[in-house]
């Protein structure tokens, strides 16, 4: 009988982290070259309207580059190396994939809900819409009329809006560039003209890549981790496809330790320990990582292997908030140290620190201190602030605990 295989919970931290790119300093040269890799390596960055700060594709991947520019993500998006379009949320997503999307084009173009919000003439309204921009170029959802005498809430689009996002979500549509983060939407073959015709892939090849591509990047996981990665495929054609690749020895079977000491079943690539080998210390800097950060998404996970309870509370009553609107995880070596909440004046170009809390156990020493100094002299100049500050709350945080 074979034993168990036990991955410890610092072991799927570093294999995990090292995934997402956070292992290692974060002072590498930024081009558009070595962006794009690391896009690639994360498998997409999310898009976000939020911008209390800095939105957080951007947020992204300056956690990962210190000499980061946003003009290089938008630079890799208008080149056509990345598209936009949704996983578990709107995401920038290599080029190199695009005709796996189609398999979502098809799932869209067949729901009962878009063809009801498209009204009693969708074909009609759809060609014009596709006719214009064919005619006039990359158009926004402004440039067509709203036939309603009366606009509505602000989620109630106008029946074009709809019809531009139904073409966008079919395929037919592509978001050629994002204009102060509105869409502007452009034939597909005019925007990837090297990848729209390409020929689809097989339900078997989507789901192969849809969970090769998710290992690679989690290294070790559960069923439902794989598919909540992408959100393309089901919990049924992820087991089968686990199934398969420990018969062809690709994947074992383990048991992932939580930092508790609770062990659940999961799934780790072959090499694992390999793997763990060649990964990189991890830098003694801290870096403020986006509340989108994919290191913090899986809220369980999180948990899991950092120990470190986050809840996103932007949409959360402000009286029923913990800590605050916009909290930022701070990340030191493989730990989650601490979390803050900012805010930035752009008229005075101040960065607010507005409320600090360290985490249970963290053992303040004066370097400590100085590491946080300087992950917020780098995060104002990232976002563009002058200067920062300590709200009189945040300032007795950090001493208390120091």
């Known amino acids: 009988m074979k034993s168990e295989i036990i991955v410890s919970a610092p072991q799927a931290r570093r294999l995990f982290m090292h995934g997402q790119g956070l292992l290692g300093s974060d002072a590498r040269p930024c081009t558009a070259s070595t962006l794009y890799r690391v896009v690639e390596k994360l498998g997409f960055v999310q898009l976000d309207s939020i911008s209390v700060v800095e939105r957080a594709h951007h947020h992204i991947l300056a956690t990962r580059f210190r000499s980061y520019s946003p003009a290089l993500l938008d630079r890799l998006h208008v080149g056509g190396r990345l598209f936009e379009h949704m996983t578990h949320d709107a995401s920038l997503i290599p080029s190199i994939w695009f005709h796996h999307w ?60 709809f019809g531009l996002e139904y073409l966008w979500r079919t395929g037919e549509l592509a978001v050629a560039r994002r204009d102060r983060f509105q869409k502007v939407y452009d034939l597909t073959e005019r925007v990837l003209p090297t990848h729209h015709d390409r020929r689809i892939s097989t339900r078997d090849e989507y789901v192969n890549w849809a969970c090769q591509s998710a290992m690679e990047r989690l290294a070790v996981a559960t069923a439902g981790e794989l598919v909540a990665f992408w959100r393309a495929i089901t919990i049924a054609e992820a087991r089968q496809w686990l199934r398969s690749a420990i018969a062809r020895g690709e994947i074992l079977s383990v048991k992932r330790e939580s930092l508790s000491g609770r062990r659940e079943p999961a799934f780790a690539l072959a090499d694992w320990r390999k793997r763990l080998k060649r990964t990189e210390e991890a830098s003694p800097d801290m870096r403020l ?68 809390w360290w985490e249970p156990g963290v053992r303040v020493a004066s370097d400590t201190l100085r590491q946080l100094e300087h992950s917020l002299d780098r995060y104002a100049a990232f976002v563009g602030a002058s200067s920062w500050r300590l709200s009189p709350l945040a300032r007795r945080s950090i001493k208390r605990k120091a």
């Open 289 to 356: 990582l986006s509340p989108f950060d994919p290191l913090v998404r899986d809220r369980r996970r999180c948990l899991q292997l950092f120990g470190f309870d986050y809840r996103f509370e932007a949409f959360v009553p402000a009286p029923k908030r913990r800590y605050g609107y916009y909290v930022l995880p701070v990340l030191q070596g493989e730990s989650l140290v601490a979390r803050l909440d900012p805010k930035l004046d752009r008229d005075s170009g101040v960065l607010s620190v507005l409320g600090f």
């Open 102 to 161: 189609r398999h979502r084009f098809s799932r869209t173009a067949q729901s009962a809900w878009w063809r009801e919000k498209l009204g009693p003439r969708p074909e009609r309204m759809l060609r014009e819409i596709r006719g214009r921009i064919e005619r006039e170029g990359p158009l926004m959802a402004r440039h067509f009329e709203d036939p309603r005498e009366e606009g509505g809430v602000w989620w109630d689009w106008k029946p074009a809006k």
